[in-house]
């Protein structure tokens, strides 16, 4: 149980253009979900916490306008990366809370962006 | 969140124990210690919590001292698959939030 599924697992785009990732918890009700970046050879770095129904908190230095979260349901939350540049390209990694183990994260198997 | 501090990396021998170390001094009384690994590529993976006893699951082994200053990982039979980051991590259990150091990288050898 408590698998979180990523979707696309790797996106090539051009410069300017919007990436949209999606993050689904399947088989449980994720009443909060979180979008990490990881860029290589580094440790992951919290950039946002969004919880089912309300606003994304956004982690100091993330800007809101161009990562665009949605949690409109239980169990999916996106992340849109709006007008990307290279400087966007990174492992991005989402993860959830379950409603009943509330002490654990689960990790979705994450999504490669590389902006040309 | 306290800091933990672990070592950049380490070697162990298929089949052997793994013993990973952590260290966290300033950990206070509601913090929990969380390890979790990263397999290349993918997403962190859970592995185990705990406050103050040692925790078995059947993944791995916690062990935390007595003053909690520090806690080691174990792994009781490596095997190549167990390759990966592990990070140490300490968090209250309701903060949700994870603080992601630079982990240990753990090379397991045939």
């Known amino acids: 149980g408590a698998v979180v599924s990523q979707h696309p697992s790797r996106v090539i785009c051009k410069s300017g253009t919007s990436v949209k990732i999606e993050c689904r918890s399947l088989d449980f009700q994720a009443t909060t979900m979180f979008w990490y970046r990881q860029f290589p050879k580094q440790s992951l770095m919290l950039m946002a916490t969004?919880?089912?129904?309300?606003?994304?908190?956004?982690e100091q230095g993330v800007e809101k306008d161009k990562f665009l979260i949605n949690h409109a349901s239980l169990t999916l939350s996106t992340l849109t990366v709006t007008s990307a540049h290279p400087e966007d390209s990174s492992f991005y990694i989402c993860?959830?809370?379950?409603?009943?183990?509330?002490?654990?994260?689960?990790f979705g198997p994450g999504t490669r962006l590389t902006v040309l | 969140d306290a800091k933990t501090t672990q070592p950049p990396s380490m070697d162990c021998a298929e089949g052997r124990a793994a013993n990973l170390p952590c260290n966290h001094s300033?950990?206070?009384?509601?913090?929990?210690v969380y390890w979790y690994r990263q397999i290349h590529s993918q997403g962190p993976q859970y592995i185990i919590h705990?406050?103050?006893n040692n925790e078995t699951n059947e993944m791995a082994s916690l062990i935390i001292t007595e003053d909690r200053k520090s806690s080691t990982l174990i792994l009781p039979h490596a095997t190549l698959r167990d390759t990966a980051v592990y990070y140490c991590i300490v968090s209250r259990l309701n903060d949700y939030k994870l603080s992601f150091g630079a982990g240990t990288t753990v090379t397991v050898r045939a």
């Open positions: 705990g406050l103050k």
């Open positions: 993860s959830a809370r379950t409603e009943f183990s509330t002490d654990t994260q689960y």
């Open positions: 300033t950990i206070s009384g509601n913090e929990y």
């Open positions: 969004s919880n089912e129904g309300s606003k994304a908190t956004y």
